[in-house]
């Protein structure tokens, strides 16, 4: 499907090649941002009108519930801020070509080119709060200027969308630790860690390329399983093992000879 882009963001893009795909935001997600947002406000500044209302003219023999004090701007905080992701979501395109990737948001048009990312991440760090109406889930891309960009179920076809970065991604990183790796040096997947002998991790003994019967990502972790064990040798939070996808061609190509 040929892929047709503004002028803005053509004349922008014009060094990333040949566009591949094209990921919109999700439009229930823009829905419900706007009706929550709007009914949380609305909630807010009834409970807040109510609250002034009590204080100003107590009811006899009532006791004032405190709670409201609080609850009222909690109400009112949460649905702006659902209003302003609904705004930052609306018309919101990414487009992926085979040399990088585009953000656009209205006349705003951002770059990334696949061989300056230097991390992918999936998965959610371990005590985020942030606001999400669906399941958590999140990719982040970060390029070797320190740059983040962050994406969640927001994004409509976000597994698409990652697969699409990690196999773009791929190619500019594997060589290079593969070199990496036959020259001696050991390459750090949060506690994982890989050389050109096997794996290791925290508490555990070297793991042999040869002896490994098993690697991958299931349920959000990083799955190591040895052929001489029936229980996990070891397992890590994906999103604390950056590059997975880096770490599982490694064992690819090591596995293979």
Same mark, same amino acid.
């Given at each position: ?6 002028? #803005? *963001? ?5 060094? %990333?090649?040949? &566009?591949?795909?094209? +990921?919109?935001?999700? /439009? ?8 929550? /947002? ?19 003219? @107590? ?6 519930? +405190? ?5 009222? &701007? ?11 992701? !609904? ?14 990737? $585009?953000?656009?948001? /209205? ?6 080119? !696949?061989d300056?990312?230097?991390?992918i ?13 669906t399941?958590?889930?999140? *990719? ?8 983040? !960009?962050? +994406?969640t ?21 594997? @060589?290079v630790?593969?070199?990496? %790796? ?5 390459l750090?997947?949060g ?7 096997? =794996? ?9 390329w040869?002896?490994?019967a098993?690697?991958g990502?299931?349920?959000? *972790? ?10 996990? #040798? ?6 604390? $093992? @950056?590059?997975a #996808?880096?770490? =599982?061609a %490694?064992a ?6």
């Open positions: 499907m040929e892929i047709e882009l503004p002028e #803005h *963001v053509a004349s922008k893009t014009a060094r %990333l090649g040949v &566009p591949l795909a094209q +990921f919109a935001s999700s /439009g229930v997600q823009i829905a419900l941002y706007l009706v929550l /947002g709007v009914a949380t406000l609305a909630l807010g500044t009834g409970v807040l009108v109510f609250t002034v209302v009590t204080l100003v003219d @107590p009811a006899p023999n009532i006791v004032f519930p +405190f709670r409201l004090l609080v609850l009222g &701007p909690f109400l009112l905080f949460a649905g702006v801020g659902m209003l302003i992701k !609904w705004k930052r979501l609306r018309g919101s395109v990414v487009v992926v070509f085979d040399q990088g990737l $585009a953000q656009v948001r /209205g006349r705003d048009c951002e770059i990334m080119c !696949w300056e990312i230097r991390l991440r999936r998965g959610k760090p371990s005590g985020a709060n942030e606001f999400t109406i399941k958590p889930s999140r *990719v982040s891309l970060e390029d070797d200027q320190g740059r983040e !960009w962050v +994406f179920k927001a994004l409509s076809g976000l597994k698409e969308f990652r697969t699409l970065a990690e196999e773009r991604t791929l190619p500019h990183m594997l @060589p630790a593969l070199d990496l %790796l036959l020259g001696g040096r050991t750090m997947f506690e994982i860690g890989a050389s050109e002998e096997g =794996l290791t991790s925290p508490h555990r003994p070297l793991l042999p040869n002896l490994i098993q690697i990502v299931e349920g959000g *972790v990083v799955r190591v399983v040895s052929t001489l064990a029936k229980k996990a #040798h070891c397992r890590v939070e994906v999103y604390d $093992a @950056p590059n #996808h880096l770490l =599982l %490694l690819d190509q090591f596995r293979r000879g």
